[in-house]
């Protein structure tokens, strides 16, 4: 499995962050493919938004709708999140995950590729 993010980093609130994953051509899924948080001291990873690969369509929680935007560049093989008015309960460190089959996006168990993970912190 080969899922990298960068991008991460400080910043106050209102500020914007553009998280990357580089996914290799090998780690693509024909479900979905998105972005994962789990908040300090959380052990559940909540979904932030995702793409369903065969038709293009995206998907993101009500929480970051209107300031996360979520895209696949195909010609650079990467993932982006663009994050605007951060705010400091967006903090968490923040995973690309890619699934092979269909079902609800938010469920993390349909996921069977992770990155690393990036961590996002944002202060008031």
């Known amino acids: 499995v080969q899922l990298v993010e960068s991008g991460g980093g400080s910043v106050q609130a209102g500020g914007s962050l553009k998280l990357s994953c580089v996914v290799s051509?090998?780690?693509?899924?024909?479900?979905?493919i998105g972005w994962f948080r789990q908040a300090p001291g959380e052990k559940t990873h909540e979904g932030v938004a995702a793409i369903w690969i065969p038709n293009g369509m995206t998907y993101d929680s009500a929480s970051v709708k209107g300031r996360f935007t979520i895209s696949l560049d195909n010609a650079k093989n990467t993932l982006d999140l663009q994050m605007n008015n951060l705010k400091p309960e967006d903090t968490a460190m923040y995973h690309c995950?890619?699934?092979?089959?269909?079902?609800?996006?938010?469920?993390?168990?349909?996921?069977?590729?992770w990155g690393q993970g990036t961590q996002v912190t944002v202060s008031s």
């Open positions: 051509e090998y780690t693509y899924r024909s479900g979905y």
């Open positions: 995950a890619a699934a092979q089959s269909g079902g609800v996006w938010y469920n993390s168990y349909l996921y069977d590729g």
